[in-house]
């Protein structure tokens, strides 16, 4: 079954603590995604990773930085935690880079979620 | 600017009965439309993904259409039950963005209850 993991679901960190967020997939997919999601704005991209030491910003990099050392991981951290970075934070996983061909069906895979609160 | 617009807002029916949500999208270049479940506290689970050329699909009881013309789609929920209590999020996929992949565009959600 497919898996994308999130190493941690609950986190409370103090304004200016470097917070790390693991996630890992077991599905051998090329493509990695970090979301976070507030009420009322949907999902938006902070970066995503299209192979191993590959990075690329999304919509809301600022603040933010990403490590892929491993396929199968793709960590997000958090330099120096602010308040306004409570929220939830989703990795995502998809199967192929889909960017040159027209249909892509694959299905992109979420993890559970990680609740961070920065106090 | 890409958009995706979602309605209605929020949705409460009882169990048994059926509904429909919505989403509108400017997406462009269109590359897919996918329909996704989120229970409360959870990641988003897939339901549906369809490309231009598809009209319709299902998944057990719930049925997925798109009109890419109009640029709109629902999602229809037959003899709804308890489980079906969730978020739901329409995704649109913009076709050949980035060397990193196509750039998906969220919805903010219906939020659906269903009551006994």
């Known amino acids: 079954d497919v898996k994308v993991t999130q190493s941690s679901r609950y986190l409370v960190k103090r304004t200016g603590e470097k917070v790390f967020l693991e996630c890992v997939q077991d599905m051998d997919h090329e493509n990695m995604f970090w979301y976070r999601q507030d009420p009322g704005l949907g999902l938006r991209l902070i970066y995503f990773?299209?192979?191993?030491?590959?990075?690329e910003k999304g919509d809301i990099p600022e603040g933010y930085s990403v490590s892929r050392e491993k396929k199968e991981r793709f960590s997000l951290i958090l330099e120096s935690a602010s308040t306004n970075q409570t929220s939830m934070y989703l990795c995502?996983?998809?199967?192929?880079?889909?960017?040159?061909?027209?249909?892509?069906?694959?299905?992109?895979?979420f993890g559970e979620g990680s609740w961070l609160t920065v106090v | 600017k890409n958009q995706v617009e979602q309605s209605p807002q929020s949705l409460i029916i009882l169990e048994g009965k059926n509904c429909t949500l919505q989403c509108n999208y400017t997406v462009s270049p269109f590359s897919n439309l996918r329909w996704y479940k989120q229970d409360t506290g959870r990641g988003p689970v897939s339901l549906t993904i369809?490309?231009?050329?598809?009209n319709t699909k299902s998944n057990g009881r719930y049925t997925a259409t798109l009109d890419a013309d109009t640029k709109q789609s629902s999602l229809h929920i037959t003899a709804s039950q308890l489980s079906d209590s969730a978020s739901y999020i329409c995704?649109?996929?913009?076709?050949?963005?980035?060397?990193?992949?196509?750039?998906?565009?969220f919805g903010t959600g219906t939020q659906l209850k269903v009551e006994l």
């Open positions: 995704v649109v996929s913009e076709n050949g963005v980035t060397g990193g992949g196509n750039k998906l565009t």
């Open positions: 990773s299209y192979d191993v030491k590959m990075k």
């Open positions: 995502a996983s998809s199967l192929d880079r889909d960017s040159w061909i027209i249909y892509s069906g694959n299905t992109i895979y």
């Open positions: 369809m490309t231009f050329s598809e």
